[in-house]
């Protein structure tokens, strides 16, 4: 009924083991023994040996050497999958470990939007890192899409976004409402009222966010409702280049109040808030996949993020 299930080399040694699946996911990673070696700083001889006697030990080829190519074969598929989720493991728990002993060290990968890493997330960071030194950031700025596909992939811990659809299948780990107003520079008649409406806004030069961004469908749909007609002046897929146009007066804009935080709190920018009943305000959520518990780390920075955002949302 078969022998014996074929045993891992140095299974006896954890520490030579997991070098050992180390060197074997570099290789597959890299495409070849020398790249490898490249990223791991050692020489290929060490490499090409351990993956030799990992070979020998399991009395099959790990990989097809075809004209100075490496190709996997079926059970180098299979080695290979056992390397990754023991690595994985094991890199959990020295996560886990750390956090235990208040080392609070680990490494945690963020993706968020452009408009959010021009916004509120560099202050944030700042303080993140001036309180955890020992917990490196990943930080991913792309569209929501790919942000969510980056979540989906496992390339990136958490995520961070506005209006992140319902139906999307992550887990959600906090949510706030950011309400959307004109932003203008100090001195505008606007800036001198408590609240506005979307029609006073018109009579000035607008400048809004592209249609590629989440808000202006929001923008467009208020519009249409109020039938206000609008033709701005400047259109951009950058909140931080419309932020700086309205501090130098090219025009006005509508923005939420997160996207503006920092600017208004230094005096350069005006945030009216509208008090029209559309566009509603932005939903802003921070996800991870179902599933799957954030390690320590990834912990941390959660904690820390909805204690600012939360911060935020009750500052005057």
């Known amino acids: 009924m078969g022998g014996a299930r074929p045993r891992c ?6 520490r030579m083991h997991a070098k050992i699946l180390r060197y074997f996911a570099e290789v597959v990673r890299a495409g070849s023994i020398r790249k490898a070696a490249e990223q791991l700083h050692v020489v290929p001889t060490a490499i090409n040996r351990q993956i030799l006697n990992l070979e020998n030990e399991l009395g099959v080829p790990l ?44 490494e ?44 989906q992939a496992g390339d990136s811990d958490l995520g961070l976004a506005f209006d992140v659809p319902d139906n999307a299948g992550f887990r959600i780990l906090f949510t706030s409402e950011w309400p959307i107003g004109a932003v203008v520079p100090p001195g505008h008649p606007l800036s001198k009222q408590a609240t506005a409406l979307l029609a006073d806004c018109v009579g000035y030069p607008l400048i809004l966010p592209a249609p590629a961004l989440s808000l202006r469908p929001l923008l467009d749909g208020a519009f249409e409702l109020g039938e206000v007609r609008v033709s701005p002046v400047v259109e951009s897929t950058s909140t931080a280049l419309i932020r700086q146009l309205v501090m130098r007066g090219t025009g006005i804009t509508l923005l939420n109040r997160l ?58």
Request: charged share 25%; aromatic share 4%; hydrophobic share 45%.
């Open 108 to 151: 945690v990968a963020l993706a968020t939007t452009p408009g959010l890493a021009g916004a509120f997330l560099p202050a944030w960071v700042q303080h993140f890192r001036a309180e955890f030194p020992g917990i490196r950031l990943r930080l991913l700025d792309a569209p929501v899409a790919d942000v969510l596909k980056s979540l």
């Open 259 to 316: 996207d503006v935080d920092e600017e208004r709190r230094a005096g350069q920018l005006v945030f009216v808030p509208l008090r029209d009943t559309h566009p509603r305000p932005q939903t802003l959520r921070l996800v991870c996949r179902p599933g799957t518990d954030v390690n320590p780390a990834a912990s941390v920075l959660v904690r820390h993020l909805v204690e600012g955002l939360q911060g935020l949302l009750l500052a005057p």
């Open 9 to 14: 080399v140095c299974t006896d040694n954890p």
């Open 63 to 106: 990989f097809d050497r075809v004209r100075g190519t490496l190709k996997l074969t079926p059970v180098g598929e299979i080695v290979l999958a056992h390397a990754r989720a023991t690595l994985d493991a094991f890199d959990d728990v020295r996560d886990r470990i750390a956090a235990v002993q208040g080392l609070r060290q680990g």
